[in-house]
């Protein structure tokens, strides 16, 4: 039962516990979300307005896979950023030079890194100089 998987992962996160709650939020007859459910159909908008409303991605309401909010998706870089930072100080530590040939190769890999990293210090470069200009 796909509307009922899904359903109860909005009950469980959200203060929706009613289908009569979750007609009022997604604005339609309590009757039509009964309909929805004996067809077994949950609807892509009433994911995307829970989700909107609560902070939940609509992906995850549907599927139950993936980060939960945006929030979980951040912690989720972040966490692999840290991972990455510590084993490269790590490796450093052991093997001087790791910390160069991180940033070279990564550089190399990734060109349109180098030019954000470009038009970064460019308009912090622009930013600077107006500040300057107006003191």
């Known amino acids: 039962m796909i509307f009922d998987k899904i359903f109860e992962r909005i009950k469980r996160e ?3 516990k009613s289908m009569a ?5 997604v ?11 004996k067809e077994d159909k949950f609807p892509v908008e009433w994911a995307y307005i829970v989700g909107r409303e609560y902070d939940l991605l609509t992906e995850w309401i549907l599927t139950g896979n993936g980060p939960k909010s945006l929030n979980d998706e951040n912690e989720r870089k972040i966490k692999l950023l840290n991972e ?6 790590n490796t450093d530590e052991e093997e001087r030079g790791a910390v160069e040939w991180f940033t070279y190769d990564f550089r190399k890999k990734y060109p349109e890194f180098v030019e954000w990293l470009r038009k970064k210090e460019a308009e912090e ?6 500040q300057l200009d107006e003191s």
Do not use: F, P
Not at 21 to 25: N, T
Not at 125 to 130: A, R
């Open 125 to 130: 470069t622009e930013k600077n100089k107006d």
């Open 27 to 37: 604005g339609t007859a309590q009757s039509y979300v009964s309909k929805k459910r």
């Open 14 to 16: 959200t203060e929706i």
């Open 21 to 25: 709650h979750l007609a009022k939020m």
């Open 84 to 89: 990455v930072e510590c084993w490269i100080l």
